[in-house]
C-alpha cells in the first residue's frame, strides 16, 4: 500500500504544481491580491505531499520491497541499510523524484525569504517555480514512475551499481542536485522581473544570495563527483570531460557568470537584460545537464534517444521553460534601462570580460559535448569529441579568465587611471612571476613555458586575493572589509589555488604500471614501495582482494597501504578501491590491477604532487560563497522581512 | 531589436537539433546488412593467434556478433551484461576493433571472458566488411549465418528484451536454441 501512497502523494503534489503555477500568476496579472496568496500555501501544500512521495519510496527501499520495480533494479537485501536508504537515488526514476524534492524545499525557502518583497512580483517567482515543479513531476509521473510494481515480485533485488556504492557517491548527487535545482530560483527571479517588465537593483540583490547559494552547492557536489571519480574509477585522473561531468560544468560556468554579472547589476543597475539571460541559460543548461546525467539521454551520443517518449517529453519541458522565458525575453528584455554607463578602464569592463570569457568557455564546452549529435543530425556519420579538444579549447578563454582576476579585483567601479590600477597590483604580480618562474625548477628540475605562466597567473592570482586582506590588518586603517569583500577575496584565493593545484598535478604527475610479487621493493617516484602480497577479505556484499604495500622514504615508514579489488556478489562486476596515502604536498595512489599469475598482481602507481589542492581550492570558492551570502546587506533584507511578517500580510485574511 | 530576438533563435537551432537527435533511432540504425549472409572475413582469436573466427565459425547456430575494444568505455558498460548472457549458453563473438592485443587480452581476464571466439582486427578491415560505424555494436546471426539485427550502443537487459529476444523467439525454438529460457525466454 505505501508505493501507492506515495504515487497518490505525488499526483496530488502535481495539481498543487499546477495551481501555484497558474492561479499566482493570473492574479498578478489582473491584481487579485487573493489569488496571488495562494502561492505560498499552494508551495507549502506541494512540499508535504513532495515529502510524503519521497518517504514511501524510502520506506519500500529500506524494507526491501522489491515488487517495485525501481526498488527491485536498484537495491539488495543484503545491500547495507545506509546504501538502501541512498539507493533511492541511484537509478533514474528516484533522481527525478529527488529532484522534484529538492525543488520542493527551494520553493519553501523562497516563500519564506520573500515576504518583504512586493506581493505581485514574490507571487510570480513562486509561480514559475510551480510551473517548473509542475513539469518536473509530470514527466516523472508520466515516463519515470518509481513507484511502478513488479508482479510477481522478484524474491531478491538486482543490487545498487557498486560504483555507487560508494560515501562519495551518496552526497555527490543530492549536491549536485540543490545546485542545478537551485538555478530554477534565479531563472523565477528573470522571468518574474520580465512578466512584471521591471528589473532594479533591488531585483539584483533579491536575485544573487539565491544564486550565490546554488553556485556553491554545484561547487561542492562537481568537486566530490570529481575527488569520487579519482578515487573510485582507480584511473588516478581527477576529470574526464565526459557529458556527465560537462553537464554539470556547463552551469556552473553560467551560474559564475551570472553571480558576476548580478554584482553589476545590483551595483551599478546595468548588464540587466545580460543578467537576465545568463540566470536562464544558467537553468537550461541545468535542466539539460540533470536530464543529460540522469535520464540516460546522453550517457553517450549513442544512447541519445535510448527512450524516445521520455526524450521527446524533456524537448516538450525545454521548448517550454527556455524557449518561453527566451520567447518573454526577446519581447520584454528592451524595456529594461541602464542606469549608467563605465569607462574601459572600471571594474565592469573587467566584469564584463569575465562574462564574456565565462560564456565563451561554456560554449565550448556545451559545443564539444553536442558535436556528436550535431555531426549525426547532418548525417556526416559518428564521431567523438574527447580530452584532447576540450583540454586544449577549454585553456584558451580559461587562462585570460583566470589572469583577469588579479586586475580585475582591483580596478574601482566606473573608471580608473591605469596607472593607478598599474600600482596597485605591481607588487603581487612580480613577485608572483618571479616565484613562478623560479619554484618549478627548485622543486621539479624541469619546466613549461606553459607550466611557468600557470603556476605564475595562479600565484599572481592568489597574491593579488590577499592583497585588500592584509594591507587592511597591516594598516589598519579605512573601513573594515565586508562579508561580501572577504567571500570574494577567498573565493578568487580559493581559484589560485586550485590552478597551482592543476597545472602541478598535470605537469608533475608520476606515473608508472608494474608487475609485482610479494616481497619485491619498488622503487618509484621518489619513495621505496614494500609489496606484502594479497589476502582475500569478505565485505557484507562483495569478496574483495586486498593488496598491502609498505610505503618508504629512505627506509622509514611512512604509511601501510591497502588498495582493493572487490567482486560484487550480485552483479559480478570487480571494482577498484585505491588506497591513497594524502599529505598537504603529494598524493601517492595504489590500484591493484589484475593476478597475472604465479603470484604477481599489475599493479598501478601514481605519484601526484598538490593535488590535495583541487579539493582545497574548489572547497574555498564554495567557502567564499558562504561567507559572502552572509553579508549584511542581504541580512538587513532578512531583518525586514522579520519586521514584515509581524505585519498581517496583505490579503492573507 | 535583433540582439534580444538572437537568444531565442539560438534556442530553437538547438531544440531543433535535440529534435533530429530524437528521430535518429540510434537502435534501430538500418544496416546494409540486414538479411543478407554475414561478410566473408577470417580473423585470428585475441586469445590464441593460431585460431581463427571467420565466416564459417559463424554458420550452423545462432548467434551474437559483438563489436568491443578496451579504449571503448561503453563497451565496458555492457561487458557485464554480455558476462551473463554467455553464461546462460548463448555463443557470442567478438570482433576487437583497433585494439592492443596484450591491452584486450588484460580486459579479457580482469573482467571476464564472454566471447567463444574474439576476432583480432587491430585495422578495424572486417569491421568495415561488415559495415561497423563505432563501438559497441552487436549482430544477431542467425543459424543460416545471415544477419538478423543490428544494435549500436551497449546492449542492455533493456535493449535485449525489447529488440533480441523476439527475433530470437522468432528464429529459434528451444530445440536448436536450449539456452533460449535462461536469457529470458519462454
Not at chain 1, 508551495?43 to 520491497?65: C, H, P, R, S
Not at chain 1, 582576476?405 to 604580480?429: E, N, Q
Not at chain 2, 591491452?103 to 561497423?132: H, K, Q
Request: net charge negative; hydrophobic share 50%.
Amino acid at each position: 500500500m505505501i508505493p501507492e501512497f506515495g504515487q497518490l502523494a505525488l499526483a496530488l503534489a502535481l495539481c498543487l504544481a499546477l495551481v501555484q503555477g497558474t492561479v499566482p500568476i493570473v492574479g498578478a496579472a489582473l491584481g487579485r491580491a487573493d489569488w496571488m496568496a495562494l502561492a505560498r500555501p499552494a508551495a507549502a501544500g506541494q512540499f508535504v505531499f513532495v515529502a510524503i512521495a519521497f518517504g514511501a519510496l524510502e520506506y519500500a527501499f529500506l524494507n526491501d520491497d522489491f515488487s517495485v520495480l525501481f526498488v527491485a533494479e536498484h537495491s539488495n537485501s543484503a545491500l547495507p541499510v545506509f546504501y538502501k536508504a541512498t539507493a533511492a537515488w541511484g537509478g533514474h526514476e528516484g533522481s527525478m523524484l529527488l529532484w522534484i524534492a529538492v525543488l520542493a524545499v527551494w520553493t519553501m525557502a523562497v516563500a519564506a525569504g520573500s515576504r518583504s518583497q512586493p506581493q505581485e512580483f514574490a507571487s510570480r517567482v513562486l509561480g514559475v517555480l510551480g510551473i517548473v515543479s509542475a513539469g518536473v513531476i509530470a514527466f516523472a509521473f508520466i515516463t519515470s514512475n518509481p513507484f511502478t510494481r513488479l508482479i510477481p515480485a522478484p524474491a531478491d533485488g538486482n543490487d545498487l551499481n557498486p560504483l555507487l556504492q560508494d560515501p562519495g557517491m551518496i552526497f555527490h548527487p543530492p549536491t549536485l542536485y540543490v545546485g542545478y535545482v537551485g538555478m530554477a530560483v534565479p531563472f523565477a527571479f528573470a522571468v518574474a522581473a520580465l512578466l512584471t517588465g521591471r528589473l532594479d537593483k533591488d531585483w539584483a540583490r533579491w536575485t544573487r544570495p539565491w544564486t550565490v547559494v546554488a553556485w556553491l552547492f554545484l561547487t561542492v557536489g562537481i568537486t566530490l563527483g570529481s575527488w569520487w571519480a579519482y578515487y573510485e574509477l582507480g584511473w588516478g585522473g581527477w576529470w574526464f570531460w565526459d557529458p556527465v561531468e560537462n553537464s554539470s560544468f556547463m552551469p556552473w560556468l553560467m551560474a559564475t557568470a551570472l553571480i558576476h554579472s548580478l554584482a553589476v547589476t545590483e551595483r551599478r543597475g546595468i548588464f540587466k537584460s545580460w543578467t537576465v539571460l545568463l540566470a536562464i541559460a544558467a537553468f537550461s543548461l541545468s535542466l539539460l545537464g540533470t536530464f543529460l546525467t540522469r535520464a540516460g539521454v546522453l550517457i553517450s551520443v549513442h544512447a541519445f534517444a535510448s527512450d524516445p517518449t521520455r526524450g521527446l517529453f524533456i524537448l516538450g519541458l525545454l521548448a517550454i521553460f527556455s524557449g518561453g522565458s527566451l520567447l518573454l525575453f526577446a519581447l520584454r528584455a528592451r524595456n529594461f534601462e541602464a542606469e549608467g554607463g563605465f569607462k574601459l578602464v572600471s571594474r565592469e569592463a573587467f566584469l564584463l570580460a569575465n562574462n564574456i570569457l565565462l560564456v565563451v568557455a561554456a560554449g565550448l564546452v556545451l559545443f564539444g559535448t553536442l558535436a556528436p549529435l550535431i555531426v549525426e543530425a547532418i548525417g556526416l556519420g559518428k564521431i567523438s569529441v574527447g580530452p584532447p579538444y576540450f583540454n586544449l579549447v577549454f585553456l584558451v578563454p580559461a587562462v585570460p579568465l583566470v589572469a583577469l582576476i588579479g586586475v580585475g579585483m582591483h580596478t574601482a567601479w566606473r573608471t580608473m587611471p591605469g596607472d593607478a590600477l598599474l600600482r596597485r597590483v605591481r607588487v603581487p604580480a612580480i613577485v608572483a612571476v618571479a616565484i613562478g618562474v623560479v619554484a618549478p625548477f627548485v622543486f621539479f628540475d624541469a619546466a613549461s613555458v606553459l607550466t611557468v605562466l600557470a603556476v605564475s597567473i595562479a600565484l599572481w592570482v592568489c597574491a593579488s586575493s590577499l592583497l585588500d586582506p592584509v594591507r587592511r590588518l597591516v594598516q589598519r586603517t579605512g573601513a573594515p572589509l565586508t562579508r561580501g569583500q572577504v567571500g570574494m577575496c577567498l573565493a578568487h584565493f580559493g581559484v589560485g589555488v586550485f590552478m597551482l593545484g592543476a597545472t602541478v598535478t598535470s605537469a608533475y604527475n608520476f606515473e608508472r604500471d608494474f608487475a609485482a610479487r610479494p616481497g619485491d621493493r619498488i622503487e618509484a617516484g621518489g619513495y621505496e614501495f614494500v609489496f606484502n602480497g594479497v589476502r582475500s577479505v569478505p565485505g557484507p556484499n562483495f569478496v574483495a582482494d586486498e593488496g598491502e604495500f609498505e610505503l618508504r622514504d629512505e627506509g622509514e615508514l611512512l604509511a601501510v597501504l591497502k588498495p582493493q579489488v572487490r567482486v560484487y556478489q550480485v552483479q559480478q562486476q570487480p571494482m577498484t578501491e585505491a588506497a591513497i596515502d594524502s599529505t598537504v604536498l603529494r598524493d601517492v595512489f595504489v590500484a591493484l590491477g589484475e593476478p597475472l599469475g604465479d603470484n604477481a598482481w599489475s599493479v598501478r602507481l601514481r605519484v601526484k604532487p598538490l593535488i590535495g589542492l583541487l579539493w582545497l581550492g574548489s572547497g574555498l570558492m564554495a567557502l567564499g560563497g558562504l561567507v559572502a551570502v552572509t553579508d549584511r546587506r542581504y541580512r538587513v533584507a532578512v531583518r525586514k522581512t522579520e519586521h514584515a511578517t509581524a505585519q498581517p500580510a496583505p490579503g492573507a485574511a | 531589436m535583433w540582439r534580444y530576438v538572437l537568444p531565442l533563435a539560438i534556442f530553437v537551432g538547438i531544440a531543433a537539433l535535440f529534435g533530429v537527435g530524437l528521430t535518429i533511432n540510434p537502435n534501430h540504425v538500418p544496416s546494409a546488412l540486414l538479411g543478407k549472409p554475414v561478410p566473408t572475413f577470417s580473423l585470428p582469436s585475441v586469445t590464441d593467434p593460431d585460431d581463427l573466427l571467420s565466416t564459417q565459425t559463424l554458420a550452423g547456430r545462432v548467434s551474437l556478433v559483438n563489436v568491443w575494444g578496451t579504449w571503448c568505455v561503453e563497451c565496458r558498460h555492457e561487458h557485464a551484461f554480455l558476462v551473463e548472457l554467455a553464461r546462460a549458453g548463448l555463443p557470442i563473438y567478438g570482433l576487437n576493433v583497433k585494439d592492443d592485443r596484450a591491452a584486450a587480452i588484460e580486459w579479457l581476464s580482469r573482467l571476464g571472458d564472454p566471447y567463444v571466439t574474439s576476432g583480432f582486427d587491430p585495422d578495424g578491415i572486417a569491421a568495415i566488411e561488415w559495415g561497423v560505424t563505432g563501438a559497441p555494436e552487436t549482430f544477431l546471426v542467425g543459424s543460416d549465418g545471415t544477419v538478423l539485427y543490428k544494435h549500436i550502443s551497449p546492449l542492455t537487459r533493456g535493449v535485449w528484451e525489447r529488440d533480441f529476444l523476439p527475433l530470437l523467439e522468432e528464429h529459434c525454438g528451444p530445440a536448436d536454441c536450449p539456452f533460449l529460457a535462461a536469457v529470458g525466454g519462454p
